[in-house]
């Protein structure tokens, strides 16, 4: 059974920082993926990373967003700088899917981001 646990969201103002975090049991995915969808729309890719670590971004995540992932600790992270209230979403980690789309077949349940002041 694969899990993926998402960490680190929570309510941040505008301009700040914020690093999300997730854990994959079982398997390391060659492709580690970071989605996000706010209330209403669809779920965009924010970024994509393979094991060897090549990266693909969103058109809207390239600048302020940052994915890195650590194989020995099953971890990705998605470090998002000068966040915006338009940065509001459910963020969600992805597994198994590819760089550029589509999706894997493993979802983390998703953690919230809340940009206010």
């Known amino acids: 059974q694969v899990q993926l646990v998402e960490s680190g969201g929570g309510l941040v103002q505008p301009g700040g920082s914020m690093t999300l975090s997730c854990t994959t049991s079982?398997?390391?995915?060659?492709?580690m993926s970071w989605y996000r969808q706010a209330p209403g729309k669809q779920r965009d890719l924010v970024a994509a990373?393979?094991?060897?670590?090549?990266?693909n971004y969103g058109d809207f995540a390239k600048g302020r967003f940052t994915i890195s992932r650590d194989d020995g600790q099953k971890t990705t992270y998605l470090r998002i700088d000068s966040l915006k209230p338009e940065d509001t979403a459910v963020y969600y980690c992805?597994?198994?899917?590819?760089?550029?789309?589509?999706?894997?077949?493993?979802w983390g349940q998703g953690t919230q981001v809340t940009v206010s002041s």
């Open positions: 992805n597994a198994g899917g590819s760089l550029y789309s589509p999706p894997g077949n493993y």
């Open positions: 079982g398997s390391i995915y060659t492709t």
């Open positions: 990373m393979t094991w060897s670590g090549t990266i």
